[in-house]
């Protein structure tokens, strides 16, 4: 099968020989992503235009100032919060501008109906990481399905951590049916308890080498 842009990622993630693919593939590009946002994007206009609407979780500032580029994290965070003073400052008002209620309800403080959720919950790296993570997900079921020797490759594999196990079970149905569908359902559950058994194995005998019994 021909490799492209998206199918080479997969395959070199699942030749690594680690405990998930799909874990390695998301460590690589959140670094990358890190390094990008510390480095040129801080000087590209959309970029931070996206940064000030919806800033980065705290694990990824963290990981921004971390290192030598912590000037880039610097002046994204700069920009980020002379922004987001200004959308609370905004709700402050509407909070202001809500009219008092009447009567027996006179007492109660009102609704203001601001939501605050876009400044807190948002993270604009955890949204693009997501959507890679999705695409590669998609590519893996397509791998599965277009090349057999990439079949053999996940069937030796060593599994996957739980989120991407189910990510895959998830994404199956929308390339595959029928008696595929059952196959690579079969296979990925195979693979998966095959190597949780094994885990489950190794962290045992870790447990009993504790026992002075086992101390050589």
Same mark, same amino acid.
């Given at each position: 099968?021909?490799q492209? @842009?998206?199918? =080479? ?16 593939? !998301?460590e690589?590009?959140?670094?990358n ?7 040129? %994007? ?5 970029? /931070? ?11 990824? *500032? ?7 580029? /912590? ?6 965070? +700069? ?7 200004? /959308? #609370?400052?905004?709700? !402050? ?7 008092? /209620?009447?009567?027996? *309800?006179? !007492? ?5 109906g601001?939501?605050?959720?876009? @400044?807190?919950d948002?993270? =604009? ?9 999705? !695409? ?8 599965w ?11 030796n %594999?060593?599994? *996957?951590? #739980?989120k +991407? ?8 149905p ?9 196959? *690579? ?13 094994? =885990? ?5 005998w870790?447990?009993?080498k ?7």
């Amino acid at each position: 099968m021909r490799q492209h @842009i998206d199918t =080479i990622p997969v395959w070199d993630a699942f030749k690594t020989d680690c405990e998930c693919p799909l874990c390695e593939l !998301r460590e690589q590009n959140e670094n990358n992503y890190v390094t990008s946002f510390t480095g040129g %994007s801080v000087m590209e206009p959309d970029v /931070r235009v996206e940064v000030n609407t919806k800033g980065f979780c705290a694990r990824h *500032f963290k990981m921004m100032m971390v290192g030598d580029k /912590r000037l880039g994290g610097a002046l994204m965070a +700069h920009t980020y919060l002379k922004q987001t003073m200004a /959308r #609370l400052g905004e709700s !402050r008002m509407a909070v202001q501008n809500v009219p008092a /209620r009447g009567g027996l *309800f006179s !007492r109660k403080a009102p609704a203001t109906g601001v939501d605050l959720s876009p @400044i807190t919950d948002s993270c =604009i790296l955890c949204d693009r990481l997501n959507a890679t993570m999705e !695409r590669y997900v998609y590519t893996t079921v397509y791998l599965w399905k277009k090349d057999p020797s990439f079949q053999s490759q996940m069937k030796n %594999s060593k599994g *996957f951590c #739980l989120k +991407h196990y189910t990510s895959l079970l998830n994404a199956a149905p929308e390339q595959l049916s029928g008696p595929e569908l059952e196959r *690579f359902t079969s296979q990925l559950n195979e693979v998966e308890m095959k190597n949780l058994a094994r =885990i489950e194995q190794e962290i045992e005998w870790f447990t009993l080498k504790f026992d002075h019994k086992n101390a050589d």
